[in-house]
């Protein structure tokens, strides 16, 4: 799912404005949406199912995780997809979160060799401190002494460019993730976790130097075009493009990549009655990437929605057969282990 930054733009307007297409013969059409980051594999499991039966056909738009938990609560949307937990506004009916699919958080960096001119930014390494400094601009230039530390082999190649903080703009579950891996390594600079990430700098006031896009694709476009620039994107949108090595609880200096967000996310076991997961950073698996990030399906258990039915049938596909086939091939990791038992309990109480 190699995509170059040129397509990235596009892809997003695509993803935020096409639900998938129903067949034609469907009985029932049931519209979904919400967040960004699972788009690409969500809607291929929508496309898998629609074409394996007839009675439901499922619609997913890509809207993001604050405009998808808003839609669901009002009804707009049969189902929705989130990457983070209602903070107010839960709907009053019974309901339920269940986890999908997972992946990485990756950081992509704009940054140029002062010796060869070629881009730095998949040599860079970052311990999670020191990437909590960067973002919250306690360091503001990339010849800091503390990133220097970390990668001896290029010191002397790693310019003095001041950094600017790329992040999304609005409400955002990709956000909502960053911010959770941010505040585990740095509470003093990150104290709160939420959908914005422009009222989490510290002094709940964005840096001076900072941009801010309204989608991943934005954001890539603007870390692309700022040297000296780094960001938070879902690792599918930022594939292609160099992006930072965090370093992991054994002390390994690991990029993003479906492989190494698995060896994260398959060693995740604090998962909530509810469905939701307490993320662990401090997984100490060989080759694990520390920053993971799950996205849960919204659906309803009271039965008082129309199509339950179809909506557990589209979970229970994508769980158990969408996941395990198109998962990896598309950057992301298949939930697992008691995610997946749990998930799998869950999609029982749909109605």
Not at 38 to 60: E, K, L, M
Not at 185 to 190: H, L, R
Request: hydrophobic residues 40%; contains cysteine; positive net charge.
């Amino acid at each position: 799912m190699r995509r170059s930054l040129a397509l990235l733009a596009g892809v997003a307007i695509a993803a935020s404005t096409v639900a998938i297409a129903a067949p034609a013969h469907a009985a029932n059409t049931i519209s979904g949406g919400g967040a960004s980051f699972p788009y690409p594999f969500i809607s291929q499991c929508a496309a898998d199912f629609n074409a394996s039966q007839s009675n439901f056909a499922i619609q997913y738009t890509s809207t993001g995780s604050g405009t998808g938990k808003s839609n669901f609560t009002k009804g707009t949307f049969v189902y929705a997809q989130t990457d983070s937990k209602y903070a107010s506004g839960e709907p009053t009916f019974g309901w339920e979160y269940i986890p999908t699919i997972g992946g990485a958080i990756a950081f992509p960096i704009n940054l140029k060799s002062t010796t060869t001119g070629k881009t730095l930014g998949s040599s860079i390494q970052l311990k999670q401190s020191t990437l909590a400094k960067i973002m919250g601009g306690v360091i503001k230039s990339w010849n800091d002494k503390e990133i220097l530390a970390s990668n001896p082999r290029i010191a002397k190649s790693i310019p003095a460019k001041p950094i600017t903080v790329v992040y999304r703009s609005g409400n955002s579950g990709t956000t909502n993730n960053t911010l959770q891996y941010l505040n585990a390594w740095a509470p003093s600079i990150f104290g709160k976790v939420q959908d914005d990430f422009s009222t989490a700098f510290p002094g709940s006031i964005p840096l001076a130097s900072s941009q801010t896009g309204k989608d991943n694709a934005t954001v890539m476009s603007l870390i692309n075009a700022t040297e000296g620039s780094i960001g938070y994107v879902d690792f599918g949108d930022a594939k292609g493009y160099p992006v930072a090595r965090i370093q992991n609880a054994n002390g390994e200096f690991i990029a993003p990549s479906a492989a190494s967000a698995s060896k994260n996310l398959a060693n995740q076991t604090n998962v909530g009655a509810n469905g939701l997961i307490t993320l662990n950073y401090n997984v100490k698996v060989p080759g694990a990437y520390p920053a993971g990030i799950f996205s849960y399906m919204l659906a309803r258990t009271d039965g008082k929605g129309p199509n339950g039915l179809g909506v557990r049938q589209f979970a229970d596909y994508v769980l158990q057969k969408c996941g395990p086939s198109r998962a990896a091939s598309l950057g992301y990791v298949p939930v697992g282990g008691k995610v997946l038992a749990t998930a799998k309990t869950l999609v029982t109480k749909i109605q």
